[in-house]
């Protein structure tokens, strides 16, 4: 007999809302209710919801518009069977690459070379000069992480790191990123960035860790905790700003 998987959170809130689409509490055309009275009505944190309203975006229930809310489509019961594939949560995953990556950062600071610090510090001056020009910088992101995991000496822990920073990839990751990342909060992660890599630089494994794992919150501030229908994907100064965060 088949085992069937467990449903993620954000799976498990979309069906409560498409419950309630269904039910007529929010008919077609309507706007939902604002996060967090909605969240308050579910039960729920505003990150799960936030997850689970982007897959209901993604499966043809909902549309977000930029500045004015949540709104249930005429569409709402086409797509339902779509949510299995989205992806892990967007909010786990970053919880987990902080478990894993804070300890890794630990043991790469005892066997740091002047060859990984110099390559180190050409990933985060890529992703400046990057993200300045308003481009994408996740490849020197990821190189950052991935050198910092491969330092660490451990190739089943770097395959995580790698997984888990690829994960971010997924439909659900990818649709977040496009609503709420821009130029700004990806500047914002280079200067965590240079802080990890000062702390290297320093021989303080203790100040790496803390740098890490601030960085890794931070990240997922910004990629979840972002209220998607005030912020729009351009930066201030009307340039494309959707890069990705790491």
Do not use: C
Not at 193 to 200: D, G, I, K, P, T
Not at 210 to 223: G, I, T
């Amino acid at each position: 007999m088949k085992q069937t998987e467990p449903k993620r959170l954000y799976q498990l809130v979309a069906d409560q809302i498409r419950g309630l689409i269904h039910g007529g509490d929010f008919p077609p055309g309507s706007r939902l209710p604002p996060e967090r009275e909605l969240s308050q009505q579910l039960g729920v944190s505003r990150p799960s919801l936030r997850e689970a309203l982007i897959a209901l975006e993604i499966g043809g229930s909902v549309e977000t518009r930029m500045g004015s809310g949540v709104y249930v489509l005429e569409t709402a019961n086409e797509r339902e069977g779509s949510l299995a594939v989205l992806g892990e949560s967007p909010t786990e995953i970053m919880q987990a690459r902080a478990v894993i990556e804070g300890s890794l950062v630990v043991l790469a600071s005892t066997r740091l070379t002047t060859g990984s610090l110099d390559r180190l510090r050409r990933s985060v001056d890529a992703m400046h000069r990057l993200a300045s020009a308003g481009k994408s910088p996740v490849e020197p992101d990821r190189q950052f992480h991935l050198i910092i995991a491969e330092t660490a000496g451990n190739t089943v822990l770097s395959r995580y790191v790698a997984d888990l920073f690829d994960a971010r990839r997924d439909p659900i990751g990818a649709r977040i990123s496009e609503l709420v990342e821009n130029t700004a909060t990806w500047m914002a992660a280079v200067e965590e960035h240079e802080n990890v890599l000062h702390a290297l630089q320093a021989g303080d494994p203790i100040a790496a860790e803390a740098a890490m794992r601030s960085h890794l919150k931070s990240s997922e501030e910004r990629w979840v905790g972002s209220d998607i229908k005030k912020v729009a994907p351009n930066d201030a100064d009307g340039k494309a700003g959707r890069v990705r965060l790491g």
